[in-house]
């Protein structure tokens, strides 16, 4: 039992230290565990502000650019040939095509693109959207 220490040991060796030494052991510790606590607050308000960010700029990109190639997909179940080629190229060209064929090919996007879109424009989320 040579390796316990009693309670009035750490006491005394305590303070033994010099002051300066006190204050770098005590100041050090209380430093980390705030840097540690305001990284991770700062890593949250990021990690939002980036997502918000990233919706903001997709809802406007489909606002501004698919939104006018689909006006009679409220009435029709198929769109016309010539939409169908320009919502194609539209796609095709940016990330929001990749990520749609890649939720596709993954088995979230199950049913017809032109009934998948009514449902989301409609509102609804993805995962109401698969049920």
Do not use: C, H
């Not at 052991?25 to 990233?54: D, K, P, Q, Y």
């Not at 749609?100 to 424009?121: D, V």
């Amino acid at each position: 039992m040579r390796f316990l220490v009693r309670a009035d040991d750490l006491i005394r060796r305590w303070n033994s230290q010099p002051l300066a030494r006190q204050f770098l052991i005590i100041g050090g510790s209380v430093a980390a565990a705030a840097m540690l606590v305001v990284s991770a607050f700062v890593t949250s308000l990021i990690e939002e502000a980036v997502t918000r960010n990233s919706a903001a700029t997709t809802a406007l990109y489909v606002d501004s650019v698919i939104a006018p190639l689909l006006p009679d997909m409220q009435t029709t179940q198929v769109l016309d040939d010539s939409v169908a080629r320009a919502l194609d190229e539209t796609l095709g060209q940016g990330a929001l095509g990749d990520r749609l064929a890649s939720r596709f090919a993954s088995g979230a996007l199950t049913e017809p693109f032109s009934i998948q879109a009514k449902r989301l424009w409609s509102g609804r989320s993805l995962s109401s959207v698969r049920n």
